[in-house]
């Protein structure tokens, strides 16, 4: 079975993220995720995806890690940069990169 599935930022300050479930349409085709913030989230912040996970960065230099099972709470966060944006999260095979706005980069292991 292919499942198709979409997971786009939307311009919303407590739901940033929206999963698309295709398969669903027209029933329920989406859930949105996110946390909350005073500032909007930021349309240029890249994260990723990995079995079941989703990674994210933040403005205030955070990355944060949601199970796309359950998508009710975040799953974990961790700070990189100390009020520098975190512009892109990226999965190697045993580590997430994030990359700051300035061009720094952090290392984390996610295993």
Request: with cysteine.
């Amino acid at each position: 079975m292919i499942i198709f599935l979409t997971l786009p930022q939307v311009g919303h300050r407590d739901l940033q993220f929206e999963i698309r479930d295709h398969r669903m349409v027209p029933e329920h085709p989406a859930e949105r995720f996110g946390f909350f913030t005073t500032e909007l989230h930021g349309r240029f912040i890249k994260g990723d995806t990995w079995s079941h996970f989703f990674a994210s960065g933040s403005r205030n230099g955070g990355v944060r890690l949601w199970d796309l099972r359950s998508v009710r709470e975040q799953f974990a966060s961790t700070s990189c940069f100390n009020n520098d944006q975190v512009v892109q999260v990226l999965k190697t095979e045993s580590d997430l990169l994030a990359f700051s706005k300035r061009g720094d980069v952090m290392t984390m292991n996610h295993t």
